[in-house]
Structure formats: structure tokens, C-alpha cells
């Protein structure tokens, strides 16, 4: 059974940091290109930041410089460090794995950043 289960969300001021998350059961981790979405209510899902298996990374405009994705293929555990938060940043987080036609999705973790 595939899981993905993120954790390290919650309340924080602006300018302030947290670490996401994504601990990741029943698939092959190290092959899987992952990445981090959000939502905010009402709006579609978008992409904030992606890793490949080779540790290429990809980042949306809006955090550029401010969120860094990495991953641990031995922890079968993806990260986002998200530093400089902004209101802006509030959404629910989602992790996903891709490998050829498969796709996942954890739960999500909320993240709200106070003004």
C-alpha cells in the first residue's frame, strides 16, 4: 500500500521558517520524481517546488530563494525548508510522487503564515 504522509505544517508569523515533510511507504522512493504542491481554498492546486532522482530541482517563481526542496532516497523522506514565509504562503502543502504513469498524493499539511 503506497503512503505519503506529510507533517511539519502550522502556524507562523511572517518572515519566519518551517520544514515540510514527506515520509514516503510502499514504493520505490530513490526512482520516483517528487514534489511539493499547495492549495489555497477556492483555487487549483499549483506546484511550488519539484525534485528529480538526480537531485535536479524546480522551483515556482513565487518562492525562488525564500523554499529549497531536497530528499533523503535512505529515509525514503522528502523536505521543503521554507524560509522568509510570507501570508501569501498559506495553502495547504501536498506532497507527490511521479514515476511513468503512476502518480500519488499524500494529505496534506496546512501551513498558515500570519500577517
Known amino acids: 500500500q503506497v503512503q505519503l504522509v506529510e507533517s511539519g505544517g502550522g502556524l507562523v508569523q511572517a518572515g519566519g521558517s518551517l520544514r515540510l515533510f514527506c515520509a514516503a511507504s510502499?514504493?520505490?522512493?530513490?526512482?520516483?520524481?517528487m514534489g511539493w504542491y499547495r492549495q489555497e481554498p477556492g483555487k487549483q492546486r499549483e506546484l511550488v517546488a519539484s525534485?528529480?532522482?538526480?537531485?535536479?530541482?524546480n522551483y515556482a517563481d513565487s518562492v525562488k530563494g525564500r523554499f529549497t526542496i531536497s530528499r533523503d532516497n535512505a529515509k525514503n523522506t522528502m523536505y521543503l525548508q521554507m524560509n522568509s514565509l510570507k501570508p501569501d504562503d498559506t495553502a495547504v502543502y501536498y506532497c507527490?510522487?511521479?514515476?511513468?504513469?503512476?502518480?500519488?498524493w499524500g494529505r496534506g499539511t496546512q501551513v498558515t503564515v500570519s500577517s
Open positions: 510502499g514504493i520505490n522512493f530513490s526512482i520516483f520524481g
Open positions: 507527490n510522487a511521479k514515476w511513468s504513469s503512476r502518480k500519488y
Open positions: 525534485i528529480g532522482t538526480g537531485g535536479s530541482t
